[in-house]
């Protein structure tokens, strides 16, 4: 099993470029994604379905002049009225589904999406085929069994995960295969199977360029909201951060803490040691931080020398307990072995009675900076300190 994992990972790395080893699986399954990545997915998922939606909204009744061209009745009407239904469906779709950043939003608009042609061409394609058609009537009927695969192609606009790439192509492959056993008196199995393999096919290559697209944005993302040194989440993405966990902390009743920190005497090692020097105590720091906390925590380098760390679910004391921690283990060493330490402001949102995630980090701020004229290396606001500070 473990070599079958590496192989497929040597394949996603050496289709999708260099992407770290660790991030292969999120190309793979969608449930690892950051917050972040999702809800910028998401956004893109609806707005490029909206788009296309609109497109076929227009380009649907333009081929009805071309069907009743062609076409005799009753032929051209159950056409015509095909035609309008899928065209009605598509201008709902571009109009009606509003804009969101949830993921399970953008599952629903594209399933909408796959649906409408799908249903189309349930309809379309083997009612033609009932029909004894010469000349241009019969290269045009011919042109309906092509949908499936316009369809699947289509999966390459977005920025899917393989197996959302399989979900949404099954249908398309489960619509083909329908058509296929309805036509069997028609046309034989090897036909079928020509067409059904190389509508695998290209649902394969849409799914690669699909998992392409999925490896860039991740990539773009995680550069726009990380910090370039410490690999920390960057202010402006951890300010985000913090507004979906306030929300989210406060339409649930649950608790938050959010804990500030700033390294103490830290312009000192810069003066003495050097910018490159100090580079690596924030590094270091950071490396220490991170490797402490809890898998849903997440740390922000506020600015400088200061840090900023999310607890969701955390209260007072489960506060208490992971500063505890983080100051017994140590922020790593000074350029001249001393240790680095660090001045530490807590908050919680229930405790405090925070209104916003910016109360919420301006309270733990005033509070790291009360431990910073208390003489630095401490923490003010923790349960330890008999609650939060007044």
């Given at each position: ?14 289709v999708?470029?260099a992407?770290?080893?660790d ?10 994604h950051?917050?972040?990545l999702r ?12 788009m ?10 333009l081929w ?9 009745w009753p ?17 709902m779709?571009?109009l ?5 950043v ?10 909408v ?10 309809y379309?394609?083997?009612?033609l085929?009932?029909?004894?058609m010469?000349?241009?009537?019969a ?6 069994a ?10 390459a606009?977005f920025?899917?995960?393989?197996v ?15 058509v296929a056993?309805m ?18 096919l ?13 490896s ?8 726009a ?9 960057s202010?402006?993405?951890?300010e ?5 966990q ?10 938050l ?9 830290f312009?000192?090692?810069?003066d ?18 991170r ?8 740390l922000?380098r ?12 955390a ?12 100051q017994?283990?140590?922020?790593g ?10 001045s ?7 405790a405090?009675g925070?209104g ?9 701020d ?5 431990a910073?004229m208390?003489?630095?290396d ?5 349960a330890?300190d ?5």
């Amino acid at each position: 099993m473990q070599k079958l994992s590496r192989f497929f990972q040597f394949l996603f790395g050496t289709v999708l470029g260099a992407l770290p080893r660790d991030l292969l699986r999120e190309l793979i399954l969608p449930s690892g994604h950051p917050k972040l990545l999702r809800r910028r997915r998401a956004d893109m998922i609806i707005s490029r379905v909206r788009m296309v939606a609109a497109l076929f909204a227009v380009l649907t009744p333009l081929w009805i002049v071309i069907d009743i061209a062609v076409f005799a009745w009753p032929v051209t009407v159950l056409l015509v009225v095909g035609r309008i239904a899928t065209t009605i469906a598509f201008a709902m779709l571009a109009l009606s589904y509003r804009k969101s950043v949830r993921i399970n939003d953008a599952y629903r608009a594209l399933a909408v999406m796959f649906g409408i042609p799908t249903v189309f061409f349930i309809y379309s394609h083997p009612m033609l085929s009932h029909f004894d058609m010469t000349g241009p009537a019969a290269a045009i009927s011919a042109g309906y069994a092509f949908l499936p695969f316009v369809m699947v192609a289509g999966l390459a606009v977005f920025p899917l995960t393989a197996v959302e790439s399989v979900l949404f192509a099954l249908p398309v492959l489960g619509a083909e295969g329908l058509v296929a056993l309805m036509r069997l008196d028609i046309l034989s199995w090897s036909s079928h199977l020509g067409a059904f393999w190389l509508l695998f096919l290209i649902a394969t290559v849409a799914a690669l360029a699909g998992m392409s697209q999925l490896s860039f944005m991740m990539s773009l993302v995680r550069q726009a909201t990380h910090d370039g040194l410490t690999g920390c989440f960057s202010r402006n993405s951890g300010e985000e951060m913090l507004d979906i966990q306030f929300h989210i902390a406060a339409r649930s009743g649950a608790p938050l803490s959010v804990v500030f920190l700033d390294l103490d005497n830290f312009k000192q090692v810069n003066d003495r040691f050097g910018h490159d020097a100090g580079d690596r105590v924030l590094q270091g720091a950071a490396e220490s931080l991170r490797a402490n906390l809890r898998s849903g925590d997440m740390l922000l380098r506020w600015g400088g020398e200061e840090f900023v760390i999310v607890l969701p679910d955390a209260n007072g004391a489960t506060a208490a307990t992971a500063v505890a921690r983080l100051q017994s283990v140590g922020l790593g060493l000074r350029p001249d072995g001393g240790r680095v330490t660090a001045s530490i402001g807590v908050a919680e949102r229930i405790a405090d009675g925070a209104g916003d995630w910016q109360q919420l980090v301006e309270i733990a701020d005033e509070r790291m900076y009360r431990a910073k004229m208390a003489g630095k290396d401490r923490c003010v606001g923790c349960a330890g300190d008999g609650g939060a500070a007044q």
